[in-house]
C-alpha cells in the first residue's frame, strides 16, 4: 500500500525530472533495445542471406505492422482507461477496462492467425512481392504466423505494466525478450540455416517468453489489478478502441507509407531499391524508437493527471518532453550525415553494391525526417493520454499517408528517386504545422 502512495505522490507532485527517469527512462532503454534486436536482424538478414531475403523481410512489414497496429489500438487504448480510472481513484472500473481489452485482444489475434494461414500467398502478392522476392517473404509469415497471439499480449501485458506503476519491470522484461531474440536470431538463421523463417520464429519465441514473465504480474489474481479479473464491457470497448484509434492509425498509415514507398521504388529501381529502401527504414525504425519511448513512457502519467485533474501538471511534462524529443532528433540528424554510410554498411556485404550506393545517397536527404518527428510523435501520444483522440487521428494521417502519399506521387516526377526519399521528411514538416495549430487551440479551451 505505502508503494501504490508514494507512487501516487510522485505521479500528481513529483519533480518532473524524476517522473520521467521512472517512466520514460526505462520506455526509452526498452526502444533502444527494440531497436537494437531490428538493426541485428537486418545485418544478420542482409549479410547472411543477401538483399533479396531483406526486402522480402521488408514486404511482410506492412502486414506485421497491421497485426501490430490492432495490439496497440486495444493496449494503448486500455492503458489510457486504467491510468485514468485509477487517477480518479476509481480501481472496479480500472480493473474492468483492462479485462475487457485483454479478452478483446484474444479473439482479434485468433481470427488475425486463421486469416493467414488460409491466404498467406495471395496477401503476399498483394502487398508487392515480386517472383523474386515471393518465396523469401513467405518464409518469414510462416514463421511469424503461429505466434500472433502470443506477440500481441506481451505488449498488451507490458502496457498494463506501465499503467499499474512497474515501469521498470517492464522495461526489464522486455530487454530480456530483445536480448533473446538477438540470440536466437543468430542461432535459427546462421547456425541452423532457417533463413528468414528462422528470423521470425525467434521474434516469436523471445515475446513468449516475455510474455510468461510479465504474466507473472498481469495474470495473479492476487495483484490489485489482473486480467483474469473483472468483466468485459461493450462501453470501455469503445472507449478504448476510440483512445487507442489514434496510436492505431499512426501505426496503419506507417505501414501504408512503407507500402506506398516499396511500390514506388520497385517501380523506379527494382529490388536493389528496396533493399536500399529496408536499410533507410531499418535505421529510421531505430531512431523513431527513442521518440516512441520518451513519448509513450508518459502516456499513463499524462491520462492519470488527467483524470486527476491535475491540467498544469499536464503541460509542464509536455514541455520537458517536447525539449528532450528535440534535442535528440538534432543529434540523430547529425549522426546520420556524418556516419550514415557506415550505418548502411552495417546491411550490406559488398560497399559497391548497387542497393548500397542507393541507400547512402538516400539516407542523407532521409536524415531531415529526424528534425521533425520528435515533436509529432509526442503531439500524437499527447492527444491520446488525454482521450482527444480524434485529434492524434488527424495528426496520424496526415503524418503517416495524406502528405506522404501526395509527395511520393509528384515529388518523383521531378526528382526522380530523391523525391520518394524527400518526401517523409516534407510530410513530417507539413503535419508539424498542422499539429502546433491544433495543440494551440486545444490548450485555449481545455486550460
Known amino acids: 500500500m505505502k508503494s501504490n502512495i508514494d507512487n501516487r505522490y510522485l505521479l500528481e507532485r513529483g519533480p518532473i525530472s524524476r517522473v520521467f527517469l521512472k517512466y520514460s527512462l526505462p520506455s526509452v532503454v526498452t526502444m533502444v533495445f527494440f531497436g537494437v534486436q531490428t538493426l541485428v536482424d537486418g545485418v544478420v538478414v542482409g549479410n547472411h542471406l543477401g538483399p533479396d531475403a531483406l526486402g522480402g523481410i521488408n514486404i511482410i512489414m506492412p502486414l506485421y505492422s497491421f497485426i501490430m497496429v ?30 475487457t481489452g485483454f479478452r478483446t485482444l484474444v479473439g ?15 496477401l503476399t502478392k498483394l502487398m508487392g512481392a515480386d517472383e523474386r522476392l515471393l518465396p523469401f517473404s513467405l518464409a518469414y509469415l510462416k514463421g511469424l504466423v503461429p505466434f500472433i497471439l502470443p506477440l500481441t499480449l506481451c505488449f498488451y501485458s507490458d502496457a ?3 499503467a499499474l506503476g512497474h515501469p521498470r519491470f517492464s522495461m526489464i522484461i522486455m530487454s530480456l525478450s530483445v536480448v533473446i531474440n538477438v540470440l536466437l536470431t543468430f542461432c535459427f538463421v546462421i547456425w541452423l540455416g532457417w533463413g528468414n523463417t528462422g528470423a521470425s520464429v525467434a521474434t516469436g519465441v523471445a515475446f513468449t517468453i516475455g510474455l510468461l514473465i ?26 478504448a478502441i476510440y483512445n487507442g484509434s489514434s ?18 521504388v520497385v517501380r523506379l529501381l527494382g529490388a536493389d531499391g528496396v533493399a536500399a529502401f529496408t536499410a533507410i527504414n531499418y535505421i529510421n525504425f531505430t531512431g523513431v524508437l527513442l521518440f516512441l519511448g520518451i513519448s509513450d513512457g508518459l502516456i499513463p502519467v499524462l491520462s492519470y493527471n488527467y483524470g486527476a485533474g491535475n491540467y498544469q501538471r499536464i503541460k509542464e511534462l509536455f514541455r520537458f518532453a517536447a525539449v528532450i524529443n528535440m ?14 554510410g557506415h550505418a548502411i554498411l552495417l546491411f550490406f556485404d559488398d560497399s559497391e553494391s548497387q542497393a548500397f550506393q ?27 493520454a488525454l482521450g482527444k483522440a480524434m485529434i492524434s487521428i488527424i495528426i496520424s494521417a496526415a503524418r503517416g499517408l495524406v502528405f506522404v502519399l501526395v509527395g511520393v506521387t509528384v515529388l518523383p516526377i521531378f526528382l526522380g528517386i530523391a523525391g520518394v526519399w524527400a518526401a517523409i521528411p516534407l510530410a513530417e514538416l507539413l503535419t508539424l504545422g498542422v499539429a502546433l495549430m491544433l495543440i494551440y487551440r486545444t490548450h485555449k479551451k481545455l486550460f
Open 247 to 264: 496510436e492505431g492509425v499512426s501505426e496503419m498509415a506507417a505501414a501504408v507509407s512503407i507500402l506506398i514507398i516499396n511500390l514506388t
Open 327 to 340: 534535442s535528440i532528433g538534432v543529434m540523430v540528424f547529425i549522426v546520420l550525415q556524418v556516419f550514415g
Open 214 to 239: 510479465s504474466g507473472s504480474i498481469t495474470f495473479n489474481p492476487k495483484q490489485r489489478l489482473s486480467m483474469l479479473k473483472g468483466h468485459f464491457r461493450m462501453p470501455l470497448l469503445r472507449r
Open 160 to 162: 498494463m505494466l506501465k
Open 70 to 99: 490492432l495490439a496497440l489500438i486495444v493496449s494503448i487504448g486500455s492503458q489510457v482507461l486504467v491510468s485514468m480510472e485509477l487517477g480518479r481513484k476509481n480501481s472496479d472500473m480500472a480493473q474492468d477496462a483492462m479485462s
Open 358 to 384: 542507393i541507400a547512402v545517397d538516400g539516407l542523407h536527404l532521409f536524415a531531415f525526417v529526424f528534425l521533425v518527428n520528435g515533436l509529432n510523435v509526442l503531439i500524437i501520444a499527447y492527444f491520446t
Open 108 to 122: 482479434i489475434s485468433l481470427i488475425v492467425t486463421v486469416i493467414l494461414l488460409l491466404f498467406a500467398e495471395p
